[in-house]
C-alpha cells in the first residue's frame, strides 16, 4: 500500500521560505517519477516540479523557476520541495505525488493528504 505524507507548510512572510517534505512508504522510489502540485481555492490543481526517475530530469512551473528546488532521498523515500523568495501567489495546498511514469499533469497514480501554505504579512 503507497502512503505518501506530506509536512512543512504553514504560514511565512512574503520573501521567506519554507521546505515541504514528503514522506512515501510502499514504494521504491527510484521506479517512480515524482511531482509536486498545488491548488488555491477556487482554481484547478497545476504542477509545480516534477523529476523524472529514468534520469532525473526535473520541471518547473515558470513562475517558481529559481526560487523551487525539488529533490529525493531514495534511501530515506523522501521527496523534498525548497522553496524561497514566496510570493503570495505562492498560497494554495501542496500535494506530492508519485507515478510510475513521467508526466506534468495532475494525472500521478498516488498522491499526499496535503499540507497548507499559506503567504502573508
Known amino acids: 500500500q503507497v502512503q505518501l505524507v506530506e509536512s512543512g507548510g504553514g504560514l511565512v512572510q512574503p520573501g521567506g521560505s519554507l521546505r515541504l517534505s514528503c514522506v512515501a512508504s510502499?514504494?521504491?522510489?527510484?521506479?517512480?517519477?515524482m511531482g509536486w502540485f498545488r491548488q488555491a481555492p477556487g482554481k484547478e490543481r497545476e504542477v509545480i516540479s516534477c523529476i523524472r526517475s529514468t534520469d532525473g530530469g526535473t520541471y518547473y512551473r515558470d513562475s517558481v523557476k529559481g526560487r523551487f528546488t525539488i529533490s529525493k532521498d531514495n534511501w530515506k523515500t523522501i521527496i523534498f520541495l525548497q522553496m524561497n523568495n514566496l510570493k503570495p501567489d505562492d498560497t494554495a495546498a501542496y500535494f506530492c505525488?508519485?507515478?510510475?511514469?513521467?508526466?506534468?499533469?495532475?494525472?500521478?497514480?498516488?498522491w499526499g493528504q496535503g499540507t497548507q501554505v499559506t503567504v502573508s504579512s
Open positions: 505525488a508519485v507515478n510510475p511514469g513521467f508526466s506534468r499533469k495532475p494525472e500521478y497514480a498516488y
Open positions: 510502499g514504494v521504491f522510489l527510484p521506479h517512480y517519477s
